[in-house]
């Protein structure tokens, strides 16, 4: 019996400060064909998932991911569908090797569905092996796939290199579904490409649980927020985030600047910054987004004052000396790492009043204790506001959830790349790939 949609979804989004918080149904961004929307009954279903996991001397540190993409699977599975699933996992710089093997995977995998999976270990991936494999499947079986990027450029240069990959992934498969958000971004063969391939052989492209979350929620934020919107980003270089500057100013109400990519802001408004991080080829841009923020009425606010060092910390986490002082009185010898507490404080009263938050970069250098109040200070504001917070991946998701604030978020994305390309308004090919509704 096919367990019920909704419920699987609910269960997906269930937790922490969902359950109080979420009381409005999202209504998805895009109009794309879900698992919802097709039947897999006895059908080959490809699955691209993101098991890109950290390992420690082969142990899987964080299980993240694999959590995730759990409710799609096991809908596929109680639908009847032959579940093939495919994932890159690491850069693989140097070629196939059992480091980046996603046998790791297919173990706790096994763990978590309660079923065994059966581990296509082929270094092609494609090849005799996986053929067999599901070619011995029946209903509800579970096949993963070895590493995608063991076929190097094949997978992540697919229309350099012919696309025959992306034929091979098609050929093993009926149906295709994508729930790699982190990787959507890419126009991968196992992420995009291979779309092309189902639908010539008439079979249907869907999203997965996943994937329509980060949409849902991305995508609302954007378009359609319940304002107050407030828009927070950090991280250290300006370049990083042009695009995403220029179209969060159009769509929040006030934007937040902070990190390293602040002090360009400050020296644009004619400020000496010290030896903090600066863009100088960004500082017309910056005076720009300013203007730009005026002439929309639009409230951009940058650090009022900063905590200030001699210099980076080196390890990154060894304790160092600093101060606290106003932004524009930063002392030539000194390096600015993180907001100081009076800017802590304006960001979070921005915050009280928001309906709507999304954050995307760290204040501060936070992976230092000394230099992560700041982060802290934001991420606190964000767990205790009534507001849909969502938080963009990366570094800042990579804070929250080190920070113990995880289960106080509407919503981490899973893919930090991806989430910045959605926010500068950029299509994903992983999401445009698949079928309209």
């Not at 697919?158 to 992934?169: C, M, S, V, Y």
């Not at 507490?341 to 938050?357: F, H, M, N, Q």
Request: charged residues 25%; aromatic residues 6%.
């Amino acid at each position: 019996m096919a367990i019920p949609a909704m419920k699987v979804r609910d269960i997906f989004i269930a937790g922490g400060k969902q359950n109080n918080k979420i009381r409005r149904k999202f209504k998805m961004a895009l109009n794309k064909k879900s698992v919802d929307d097709i039947n897999v009954k006895g059908k080959r279903v490809l699955v691209r998932c993101d098991f890109n996991v950290p390992l420690k001397e082969g142990k899987i540190t964080d299980e993240t991911r694999i959590v995730a993409a759990l409710p799609t699977i096991n809908k596929l599975i109680a639908d009847g569908g032959k579940v093939i699933l495919c994932s890159h996992l690491g850069k693989v710089k140097n070629g196939p090797n059992e480091g980046e093997s996603l046998a790791p995977v297919a173990e706790r995998l096994s763990e978590k569905l309660g079923k065994p999976v059966n581990f296509v270990a082929d270094y092609n991936v494609t090849g005799e092996a996986a053929t067999a494999a599901v070619a011995a499947m029946s209903e509800g079986d579970v096949v993963l796939l070895q590493n995608t990027r063991f076929r190097g450029k094949e997978e992540t240069k697919p229309t350099d290199a012919g696309e025959a990959f992306a034929k091979e992934l098609a050929d093993l498969a009926d149906v295709y579904v994508c729930d790699a958000f982190g990787s959507a971004h890419r126009a991968h063969a196992s992420v995009a490409v291979v779309t092309k391939y189902i639908s010539e052989k008439g079979g249907e492209n869907a999203v997965g649980y996943l994937m329509q979350k980060e949409i849902d929620f991305l995508g609302n934020a954007v378009e359609n927020p319940v304002r107050p919107f407030v828009a927070i980003l950090g991280g250290a270089k300006v370049a990083d985030k042009l695009n995403v500057i220029n179209n969060l100013l159009e769509k929040c109400d006030t934007l937040i600047i902070g990190g390293g990519m602040a002090f360009t802001f400050l020296k644009a408004q004619g400020m000496e910054i010290g030896n903090s991080l600066v863009d100088d080829e960004k500082l017309d841009y910056c005076k720009e987004m300013m203007d730009k923020a005026e002439k929309l009425g639009k409230k951009l606010l940058l650090p009022v004052d900063t905590t200030v060092a001699s210099g980076f910390p080196n390890p990154i986490d060894a304790e160092i000396e600093v101060e606290v002082v106003d932004a524009d009185k930063i002392p030539a010898d000194k390096e600015g790492l993180d907001i100081g507490t009076k800017t802590a404080e304006l960001y979070a009263d921005a915050v009280k009043s928001a309906k709507t938050v999304v954050w995307n970069g760290p204040m501060g250098v936070f992976e230092n204790p000394i230099l992560a109040k700041g982060t802290i200070a934001v991420a606190k504001s964000l767990a205790e506001t009534s507001a849909t917070t969502i938080i963009g991946g990366g570094d800042s998701a990579a804070a929250v959830n080190q920070l113990g604030f995880a289960d106080k978020m509407s919503h981490i994305s899973t893919g930090g790349g991806a989430s910045l390309e959605f926010l500068e308004g950029k299509e994903l090919p992983g999401v445009v790939a698949a079928d309209d509704k």
